[in-house]
């Protein structure tokens, strides 16, 4: 069962409800939500009534195993400069369980064990016993006057601080000699894809690389608008008045279909023309083919008057 707080500065609130029943252990997992920027760093610890319980980086807890009734929770955190924050009180209730009465009660550890607890999980401890006989010492001279933080270094100290302004254990180096190195582990799956980043910066131009190719022509485009009239250019220099200087023919004896050939010559100021004639002349006409003369024209029609019969020779 989950039960959910958001922090913001001092303030605490319960984000949901549950029915919540007393007497249970391990069960019951308080999350709390920092929206703040001022629960960051530091050590923080959760109570429940007056129940303090050390809070991990992973910000959830179980809630102790508790009787039935209304119980005040919670955060404090103790900061590297010495400041300490407390939120106000959120209220949760325990409804009586069915646990029969005669059955004896789990005790929930308390600081001192929790704090063995965390160290065991941050290093391995050379001297545990010493570790232990020191704070069994310490908080039997110092009995519920204050949460103590434990802090280890990268390089195995453990130190202290507290929420009350209580003189500290001194500090003690609890790491042990390095160990050999173990063998490599087997290599992991891939991991999913990770989201595009952003574009970076455009780089500068390279260099202009070799001249490719020419690729073959494209099809011709369409042809585009016509441009405006241009202006009228200067007026030209006067020209000269050009002169012919002569023109001959001549005309050969051929027949056919007539031609001429001119030859120009001369400058463009004096020209000359000679115009050669062909094909003008027409072919020998033939005396009773391409013509007849009167005396062929007078005989021809007196044949036809001779051929006619007279009214001598013919009866009716």
């Known amino acids: 069962?989950?039960?959910?707080?958001?922090?913001?500065?001092?303030?605490?609130?319960?984000?949901?409800?549950?029915?919540?029943?007393?007497?249970?252990?391990?069960?019951?997992?308080?999350?709390?939500?920092?929206?703040?920027?001022?629960?960051?760093?530091?050590?923080?610890?959760?109570?429940?009534?007056?129940?303090?319980?050390?809070?991990?980086?992973?910000?959830?807890?179980?809630?102790?195993?508790?009787?039935?009734?209304?119980?005040?929770?919670?955060?404090?955190?103790?900061?590297?400069?010495?400041?300490?924050?407390?939120?106000?009180?959120?209220?949760?209730?325990?409804?009586?369980?069915?646990?029969?009465?005669?059955?004896?009660?789990?005790?929930?550890?308390?600081?001192?064990?929790?704090?063995?607890?965390?160290?065991?999980?941050?290093?391995?401890?050379?001297?545990?016993?010493?570790?232990?006989?020191?704070?069994?010492?310490?908080?039997?001279?110092?009995?519920?006057?204050?949460?103590?933080?434990?802090?280890?270094?990268?390089?195995?100290?453990?130190?202290?601080?507290?929420?009350?302004?209580?003189?500290?254990?001194?500090?003690?180096?609890?790491?042990?000699?390095?160990?050999?190195?173990?063998?490599?582990g087997q290599r992991g799956p891939q991991g999913l894809q990770g989201p595009q980043g952003s574009q970076g910066p455009q780089g500068e131009v390279g260099p202009t690389g070799p001249q490719g190719e020419q690729g073959p022509m494209g099809p011709q485009g369409d042809t585009g608008p016509q441009g405006e009239t241009g202006a009228t250019g200067p007026t030209g220099p006067t020209g000269q008045s050009a002169t012919i200087t002569g023109a001959t023919a001549t005309v050969d004896d051929t027949t056919g279909t007539p031609a001429v050939n001119v030859v120009v010559g001369g400058t463009e100021l004096a020209r000359s023309f000679q115009f050669n004639f062909t094909g003008l002349k027409g072919k020998t006409p033939v005396k009773g083919t391409d013509y007849f003369t009167e005396t062929d024209k007078q005989e021809i029609v007196q044949d036809v008057l001779n051929a006619i019969p007279n009214g001598d020779e013919v009866g009716y």
Not at 11 to 21: D, K, R
Not at 59 to 83: A, E, F, Q, R
Not at 148 to 160: M, R
């Open 1 to 184: 069962m989950d039960l959910y707080f958001d922090v913001s500065g001092a303030s605490i609130i319960a984000t949901n409800q549950q029915l919540l029943v007393a007497d249970s252990n391990n069960y019951i997992t308080l999350h709390f939500n920092f929206l703040t920027d001022e629960w960051n760093e530091g050590e923080k610890t959760v109570y429940v009534g007056n129940y303090p319980i050390i809070l991990t980086d992973t910000n959830k807890c179980y809630l102790p195993m508790l009787k039935k009734g209304s119980y005040n929770v919670g955060v404090g955190i103790v900061k590297s400069d010495d400041t300490v924050i407390y939120t106000n009180k959120a209220t949760i209730r325990l409804n009586e369980s069915i646990k029969p009465k005669s059955m004896g009660e789990i005790e929930a550890p308390g600081v001192y064990e929790q704090i063995m607890d965390r160290i065991n999980t941050v290093v391995e401890v050379e001297f545990p016993e010493q570790i232990e006989q020191s704070l069994a010492d310490y908080f039997a001279a110092n009995p519920s006057k204050g949460v103590f933080y434990p802090n280890v270094s990268a390089t195995g100290v453990l130190s202290w601080s507290n929420n009350s302004g209580l003189p500290n254990p001194e500090p003690v180096n609890i790491s042990g000699p390095v160990g050999p190195q173990g063998p490599t």
